[in-house]
């Protein structure tokens, strides 16, 4: 059974170069049996991408209208939500979403209010480091790791999105060598903390799409601990341009196949949000 699904899209009502439509076609085109939107739900404070309240409901309106119509695949209208987007925000677009994903994209603010983005620019994310954290990476990868595990643990997404997004820009930043035992321990150990959520874990090609980075999101070990701890997956592109929809998928079912899963979560095709796939 070919995978066929991707549960982390954008598009234009967020950073993704694609009206919905155009990518439902592109969906389609490919065979899917389901596409799950996840746009970047509302924060509490500007980040550039992330919609806003009155972006958020248009979005979900066209989505909803999308889904009465008798289409060839299952349309999911979920969010992809920031562990910082604010108590508030939170609740009201998990009471709206079919699924969310919970991912973490921020260290703790400044003293001055001031949020830094682990995938933003890597000089911004150096100068946090150099200036809040006195030059030590690794300190800011356990900040990074606390808030991530905090929030999934307490707001219990359906998937955690990209678990350790901060590998983007660690080389680039001089932040950490991810090699490093002690990065390993810092990353496997919030890993073992985030389990009892009891989300699916994402494994994410996007930052292969982008071209920053030659593997998936979470690293191989993580995807091992992952499965010895009993988790389940999901596969996803972290779709911002129809033409990367199933970016790297093959090499990456081959890869969560070595970490030992035997099967692996889609969105529904159905009424069920997610069935096991088996990929042929
Ligand atoms: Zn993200
Ligand atoms: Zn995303």
Redesign the pocket.
């Known amino acids: 059974m070919p995978f066929l699904s991707n549960c982390?899209t954008?598009s234009t009502y967020c950073d993704g170069k694609n009206p919905l439509r155009e990518m439902i076609h592109a969906a389609e085109n490919l065979g899917f049996v389901s596409l799950g939107f996840?746009g970047h739900g509302m924060m509490h404070f500007e980040t550039g991408y992330s919609m806003s309240p009155a972006a958020q409901s248009a979005y979900f309106h066209e989505l909803r209208s999308i889904q009465q119509e008798q289409g060839r695949l299952r349309i999911w209208a979920g969010l992809?939500l920031d562990a910082l987007a604010g108590e508030e925000q939170l609740k009201q677009s998990i009471a709206s979403a079919d699924y969310v994903l919970g991912s973490t994209h921020y260290v703790l603010p400044t003293p001055e209010g001031e949020y830094v983005a682990v995938d933003g620019p890597a000089q911004l994310l150096k100068e946090h480091m150099e200036k809040h954290f006195a030059g030590d990476g690794l300190a800011m990868a356990k900040e990074y790791y606390q808030v991530e595990t905090d929030f999934l643990l307490h707001y219990r997404p359906d998937v955690i999105?990209h678990f350790d997004l901060i590998r983007k820009n660690a080389a680039i930043a001089g932040l950490f060598d991810e090699n490093d035992p002690a990065y390993r321990k810092i990353a496997l150990d919030a890993l073992e903390r985030a389990f009892p959520c009891g989300s699916i874990l994402e494994v994410n090609t996007?930052g292969m799409g982008r071209g920053y980075l030659s593997t998936p999101y979470p690293t191989f070990e993580l995807l091992c601990a992952w499965r010895e701890m009993g988790g389940e997956v999901t596969l996803s592109s972290?779709c911002h341009d129809f033409n990367l929809l199933t970016y790297a998928f093959d090499e990456t079912l081959a890869l969560i196949r070595k970490a030992g899963f035997d099967h692996v979560m889609r969105l529904g095709s159905g009424e069920k949000l997610w069935e096991a796939c088996v990929p042929a």
């Open positions: 982390h954008h996840s992809e999105g996007g972290d």
